[in-house]
């Protein structure tokens, strides 16, 4: 599969439709063809009855918005939240990072092979694959003792979390071993500083990112010292998150413009060469590493099974604590951002996607407004 | 029996003995941890993201109660005291929204 084909571009060709820097072009889900008695069932699942009391069990969705063919057919919020209305994301930061990571490749700022500084084994590749072989424990708030996280965000190491990240003695060689790391992701953050002055540098995810795609809603927190945590702490509406995840669908360009090396979002969206699918992965349907993002993935030769049985092998996504995410499925071309309070393990990503899915039935019914690239 | 219930507490001594040292650098910071996070993603989720304050204060309980969280709606600082530490986060400006300050 060449890496052109691999990702849809999606050109949105109708005249009463255009691309959504500004606003998204807002259309009703039966217009694509969708059966709205599936969709009751996809939204009882998504929004119970029983989330309104107080023992913070269950599937708690707080916000859905999803995209198809680049037009919002679906939204609905919770809890007080509203189309304009910014959310926590989490661990869905690390997607944004990976695409300011990618800027910096573009814009010749760095390559992936280049050393994180002061290191002589560690690359930028590495740590975006989450293969650093720091020493590091991501647990949360149930486990928070010997969190290297929380310490990090939370223990003292809030004045300088690059540094904090730093510290950590290596476990294993750089690019033998996967772990997913939050520390990562900000070291990552903090090598990018050293690239660039403090004003380029502070400026960079709004001038690189969030100005052109409109995301107007972000809000990107930064540790004391005035580094992206890079890890989490990206806040924005739902509808601007369905943003980036367009710019992800669509192989990183932007309306006209690419933001995104080609085949960077390809490279991306590979399981990560460091990665052992475990028992419990399988147990627990987890989707595997990419860099810095989540894949469907199947891949026989490392013994790796497609990890959500009833969604499409090319979804992709960003993943975050207490239930945040952001599907791409590039064969049905739609983006599906969740935010939610999950506090416990109830909520399957499976079956909310396949309960979504069915709710579309065969591409065939659909009215088309985007055209396939040529090959 | 007298003897081994003796041995086994001795034992469970050593082990706890042993546990607190190798976790000692974490369970000094632990105090700590409940009112940062309970300041910094307070007001975040109070004055970045625009909730009401009782759902903020639901999103930040936690299974240990904090002893007090204040909002200074003026200087847009959070206050929060568990344990025996108090943390301060502030809002920052639009752009990079709160930050602990201590």
């Known amino acids: 599969?060449?890496?052109?084909?691999?990702?849809?571009?999606?050109?949105?060709?109708?005249?009463?439709?255009?691309?959504?820097?500004?606003?998204?072009?807002?259309?009703?889900?039966?217009?694509?063809?969708?059966?709205?008695?599936?969709?009751?069932?996809?939204?009882?699942?998504?929004?119970?009855?029983?989330?309104?009391g107080t023992d913070r069990s269950g599937v708690r969705t707080e916000g859905i918005v999803v995209i198809k063919d680049g037009i919002l057919i679906f939204e609905k919020y919770a809890s007080g939240y509203a189309a304009d209305k910014r959310h926590l994301a989490w661990s869905?930061?690390?997607?944004?990072?990976?695409?300011?990571?990618?800027?910096?490749?573009?814009?010749?700022?760095?390559?992936?092979?280049?050393?994180?500084?002061?290191?002589?084994?560690?690359?930028?590749?590495?740590?975006?694959?989450?293969?650093?072989?720091?020493?590091?424990?991501?647990?949360?708030?149930?486990?928070?003792?010997?969190?290297?996280?929380?310490?990090?965000?939370?223990?003292?190491?809030?004045?300088?979390?690059?540094r904090f990240v730093e510290s950590h003695p290596f476990a294993a060689t750089p690019g033998q071993r996967f772990n997913y790391s939050s520390g990562d992701s900000t070291l990552m953050m903090s090598a990018l500083r050293r690239r660039?002055?403090?004003?380029?540098?502070?400026?960079?995810?709004?001038?690189?990112?969030?100005?052109?795609?409109?995301?107007?809603?972000?809000?990107?927190?930064r540790d004391a010292a005035g580094t992206f945590i890079g890890s989490s702490y990206l806040h924005a509406s739902p509808r601007d998150l369905a943003k980036l995840g367009l710019l992800f669908l669509n192989d990183g360009v932007w309306g006209k413009k690419r933001i995104l090396p080609e085949g960077w979002v390809y490279e991306s969206s590979r399981i990560v060469p460091a990665f052992r699918q475990s028992a419990r992965d399988r147990r627990r349907m987890s989707l595997s590493p990419a860099a810095h993002l989540w894949s469907n993935a199947a891949d026989p030769s490392r013994g790796i099974s497609k990890p959500l049985p009833d969604v499409p092998e090319d979804m992709i996504a960003a993943m975050g604590h207490w239930g945040q995410s952001i599907s791409l499925l590039p064969t049905e071309r739609m983006i599906v951002v969740r935010v939610a309070d999950d506090r416990d393990h109830s909520f399957s990503l499976n079956k909310f996607l396949k309960l979504l899915l069915d709710s579309f039935g065969p591409e065939k019914n659909l009215e088309r407004i985007v055209e396939r690239p040529s090959p | 029996m007298k003897k081994i219930a003796i041995y086994g507490i001795f034992c469970l001594f050593l082990g706890a003995a042993l546990w607190i040292g190798l976790n000692w650098k974490s369970i000094l910071s632990f105090p700590r941890i409940l009112p940062s996070f309970s300041a910094k993603e307070f007001c975040t989720c109070y004055f970045v993201n625009g909730q009401t304050e009782p759902y903020c204060r639901e999103l930040v309980r936690q299974y240990f109660p904090l002893k007090d969280l204040h909002i200074n709606s003026e200087l847009k600082e959070i206050y929060a005291r568990g344990f025996t530490t108090h943390k301060t986060a502030r809002f920052v400006n639009e752009r990079f929204g709160c930050q602990l300050v201590n």
């Open chain 1, 1 to 52: 599969m060449g890496i052109l084909s691999f990702f849809l571009f999606v050109s949105i060709s109708s005249n009463s439709y255009s691309w959504p820097t500004k606003e998204w072009s807002v259309e009703l889900p039966t217009k694509f063809g969708a059966n709205q008695a599936q969709l009751e069932k996809f939204l009882s699942y998504s929004f119970p009855e029983e989330m309104k």
């Open chain 1, 92 to 162: 869905i930061t690390k997607m944004l990072t990976n695409a300011l990571a990618g800027v910096a490749v573009r814009k010749g700022v760095w390559k992936t092979s280049d050393f994180v500084p002061e290191s002589k084994a560690l690359r930028i590749e590495h740590l975006l694959q989450w293969s650093s072989g720091l020493d590091w424990n991501e647990t949360y708030e149930y486990n928070p003792l010997g969190s290297s996280v929380i310490a990090m965000l939370y223990g003292g190491a809030h004045f300088d979390a690059g």
């Open chain 1, 196 to 221: 660039m002055s403090d004003k380029d540098y502070e400026n960079f995810p709004w001038k690189e990112i969030f100005e052109p795609l409109g995301m107007k809603s972000a809000v990107l927190e």
